[in-house]
T-cell receptor
Framework: EAQVTQNPRYLITVTGKKLTVTCSQNMNHEYMSWYRQDPGLGLRQIYYSMNVEVTDKGDVPEGYKVSRKEKRNFPLILESPSPNQTSLYFC??????????????FGPGTRLTVL | GENVEQHPSTLSVQEGDSAVIKCTYSDSASNYFPWYKQELGKRPQLIIDIRSNVGEKKDQRIAVTLNKTAKHFSLHITETQPEDSAVYFCAASYFQKLVFGTGTRLLVSP
């Protein structure tokens, strides 16, 4: 089954404790991206990647890191989480043929709470 | 950078009525405009999209119109049904970034 998976789905942590949210897709998509969703603010792009070893900042990259060592995986790293990073996080992938953004296929979401 | 504004934030209609959601964007370089539907507790899913070389696109009860000169695009849903109740997001893509609007909560009452 074609899908985007994220783990964990729920996470409660404390300020400053490094964490990683994994994202994997099995559709051979070139483009992968991370978004955070907050009430009243919609979806905001954190980072995106057009292909392996290519990553770029979205609109809200501060406090986050990503890597794209393999085409299928795009982990989101919070080196020192803070309470303002409490949010619902979505990973997405897309077949970006010719460098053009297309339909985003979203993962199920990860609800993160930082105390 | 790109900025996308979406209105209204909430919209209540009776079943069978039409619903219109409007978005404006700021960067004339944007060339891809998708609409996503997010049901409660679920992930966003694409319902329709349009590229800047097209003015209108229809898919059954859903249509999107794009006015490049005015930099705005709209989602039209006809003959609304209770299952259309959800949050709808517009977005605009420039280069490889994707910027979303803040969402419209649509409530369709039977």
């Amino acid at each position: 089954e074609a899908q985007v998976t994220q783990n964990p789905r729920y996470l409660i942590t404390v300020t400053g404790k490094k964490l990683t949210v994994t994202c994997s897709q099995n559709m051979n998509h070139e483009y992968m991206s991370w978004y955070r969703q907050d009430p009243g603010l919609g979806l905001r792009q954190i980072y995106y990647s057009m292909n392996v070893e290519v990553t770029d900042k979205g609109d809200v990259p501060e406090g986050y890191k990503v890597s794209r060592k393999e085409k299928r995986n795009f982990p989101l790293i919070l080196e020192s989480p803070s309470p303002n990073q409490t949010s619902l996080y979505f990973c997405a992938s897309s077949p970006a043929r010719g460098g053009v953004v297309n339909e985003q296929f979203f993962g199920p979401g990860t609800r993160l709470t930082v105390l | 950078g790109e900025n996308v504004e979406q209105h209204p934030s909430t919209l209540s209609v009776q079943e069978g009525d039409s619903a219109v959601i409007k978005c404006t964007y700021s960067d004339s370089a944007s060339n891809y405009f998708p609409w996503y539907k997010q049901e409660l507790g679920k992930r966003p899913q694409l319902i329709i999209d349009i590229r800047s070389n097209v003015g209108e696109k229809k898919d059954q009860r859903i249509a999107v119109t794009l006015n490049k000169t005015a930099k705005h695009f709209s989602l039209h849903i006809t003959e609304t049904q209770p299952e259309d109740s959800a949050v709808y997001f517009c977005a605009a893509s420039y280069f490889q970034k994707l910027v979303f609007g803040t969402g419209t909560r649509l409530l369709v009452s039977p």
